[in-house]
Nanobody, 121 residues
Framework: GQFVESGGGLVQPGGSLRLSCVASGIAFSSYVMSWYRQAPGKERELVAAIRGVDNGTRYADSVKDRFTISRDNSENTLYLQMNNLKPEDTAVYYC???????????????WGQGTQVTVSS
C-alpha cells in the first residue's frame, strides 16, 4: 500500500489542524487504519486507529477528547481532526494500515513521508 499524508503545518497552542491521508494499492475499507506520530528523539507512537467495517476507534490517552479519527471509504481517505493542540503534539504524523484489530493493532511496513505538525507560539 501507499499513503500520502497532508494538512500539517505550524499552529499556535490551542489551535486546530485537520490531517488527510489518501491510500492506494489496498482494499481500503477492509483495513484498520491508523495515525502514528514521531517526535524528534522519540519512538513512533500510535495516536488513533479506526476499523473499516464499523468505524470503531481507539485513541492514545494523550489525545483523547482532543483528536478525532475518521475515514471515507468511498474516497480511500483517512482523516485526523486535531483540536486544542499542545506543544507536545509536535511531530511528524503518518497514516498506515495494520492488522490484528484495534486492541493489538500492528502496522504494516508501508510508511510514507508523513506530514509535519508543529505547535508553537
Amino acid at each position: 500500500g501507499q499513503f500520502v499524508e497532508s494538512g500539517g503545518g505550524l499552529v499556535q497552542p490551542g489551535g486546530s489542524l485537520r490531517l488527510s491521508c489518501v491510500a492506494s494499492g489496498i482494499a481500503f475499507s477492509s483495513y484498520v487504519m491508523s495515525w502514528y506520530r514521531q517526535a524528534p528523539g522519540k519512538e513512533r507512537e500510535l495516536v488513533a486507529a479506526i476499523r473499516g467495517v464499523d468505524n470503531g476507534t481507539r485513541y492514545a490517552d494523550s489525545v483523547k477528547d482532543r483528536f478525532t479519527i475518521s475515514r471515507d471509504n468511498s474516497e480511500n481517505t483517512l482523516y485526523l481532526q486535531m483540536n486544542n493542540l499542545k506543544p507536545e503534539d509536535t511531530a511528524v504524523y503518518y497514516c498506515i494500515a495494520g492488522r490484528r484489530g484495534l486492541t493489538y493493532f500492528t502496522p504494516y511496513d508501508w510508511w510514507g513521508q508523513g506530514t509535519q505538525v508543529t505547535v508553537s507560539s
